[in-house]
């Protein structure tokens, strides 16, 4: 089966840095993606990672450990905007159309 | 361009009535998806259609048809409505290249059983 695990909550002040962690146990890995999602609206997409190490996207990144089977999202230099749930995601295999999702975590940023 | 687009934004339902959800894309994805979203559950997968003609069972199937009408179009059909499928739908679209599948989501429909 699959199982991806994330902190259900995480509170974070405005202007700070924080890392939304993501370990998960599949029964095969292609790569591990990482979705946003404000409250009553759609998910969208945030990142990628295949292979081993830290992609950067603006104040956005993400880091994946494949030997670990751990990821972690991390935020810098967090706005109030940024209070969202956020999803890890993970895609089994290259032929594989499926991802399964991690049940998100809530960010709260407070001033 | 609009996206992904999903009708109807809200419904309520009684047990046992029948109701199609509708999904269009307009970026010429190949593979479609609806999702199923509950609290403190994250997404769960019904079905999805990796490109017009195919659908296949997702993680949650049972109590759901599917039809991808053409390309751009894919609807969830719920035959006899229960309780147990008050959820928020969600459908998306993606074009399998690269290693993300990336997929783009519609505004959801917030459907009650009662």
């Known amino acids: 089966g699959q199982s991806l695990e994330q902190p259900s909550e995480v509170t974070a002040v405005e202007g700070a840095i924080v890392q939304i962690n993501c370990t998960y146990q599949t029964s095969g890995f292609y790569g591990l993606s990482w979705y946003q999602q404000h409250d009553g609206g759609a998910p969208t997409f945030l990142s990628y990672n295949a292979l081993d190490g830290l992609e950067e996207t603006g104040r956005f990144s993400s880091f994946l450990s494949r030997s670990d089977s751990y990821g972690y999202l991390l935020l810098q230099e967090l706005q109030m905007k940024d209070s969202a749930s956020y999803f890890c995601a993970v895609r089994s295999g290259a032929g594989s159309y499926q991802l399964t999702f991690g049940k998100g975590t809530k960010l709260s940023v407070i001033p | 361009n609009a996206g992904v687009t999903q009708t109807p934004k809200f419904q309520v339902l009684k047990t046992g009535q029948s109701m199609t959800l509708q999904c269009a894309q307009d970026?010429?994805?190949?593979?479609m998806y609806w999702y199923r979203q509950d609290p403190g559950m994250g997404l769960r997968l019904i079905y999805y259609?990796?490109?017009?003609?195919?659908?296949d069972k997702g993680e949650v199937p049972n109590g759901y048809n599917v039809s991808r009408l053409n390309k751009r179009e894919f609807s969830l059909r719920l035959e006899s409505a229960a309780p147990s499928q008050t959820s928020v739908y969600f459908c998306a679209s993606s074009e399998l290249r690269g290693g993300s599948n990336e997929q783009f989501f519609g505004p959801g429909t917030r459907l009650t059983v009662l």
């Open positions: 970026m010429n994805h190949n593979s």
């Open positions: 259609s990796a490109s017009e003609g195919t659908t």
